[in-house]
């Protein structure tokens, strides 16, 4: 099993910036490959960008350029840096952890998810 916590998130002004982190614990951090999705409400969850063992990342293009994945094998923790925040950027904010060193965009290729935290954006 995989234990994943969520933090940084919180309400801010459209053109502000937040930082989410992700804590792991329970697998070898460094064997797992890493993901971000969000889920605004009465939509379905998306994929937001995901980071390999090695620190590969693939960004969905609704963030690009303004997101950025990253993760610490030393601290076992996953950040998603969020500058130039919009209001479509609202949603609950999930962390995701797969048994496999490989980037993957799909939500079912995930095998274990944290508890969420919400970024509300307002303009």
């Known amino acids: 099993q995989v234990q994943l916590v969520e933090s940084g998130g919180g309400l801010v002004q459209a053109g502000a910036s937040l930082r989410l982190s992700c804590a792991a614990s329970g697998r070898a951090f460094s064997n797992l490959a890493m993901g971000w999705f969000r889920q605004a409400p009465g939509k379905e969850r998306e994929f937001v960008a995901a980071?390999?063992?090695?620190?590969?990342?693939y960004h969905a293009d609704a963030v690009k350029g303004r997101f950025t994945v990253s993760r610490d094998n030393t601290k076992n923790t996953v950040y998603l840096q969020m500058n130039s925040l919009l209001p479509e950027d609202t949603a609950v904010y999930y962390c995701a952890a797969r048994e496999s060193r490989s980037i993957e965009t799909g939500r079912s290729r995930y095998d274990f998810w944290g508890q969420g935290t919400q970024v509300t954006v307002s303009l």
């Open positions: 980071i390999s063992w090695s620190g590969s990342t």
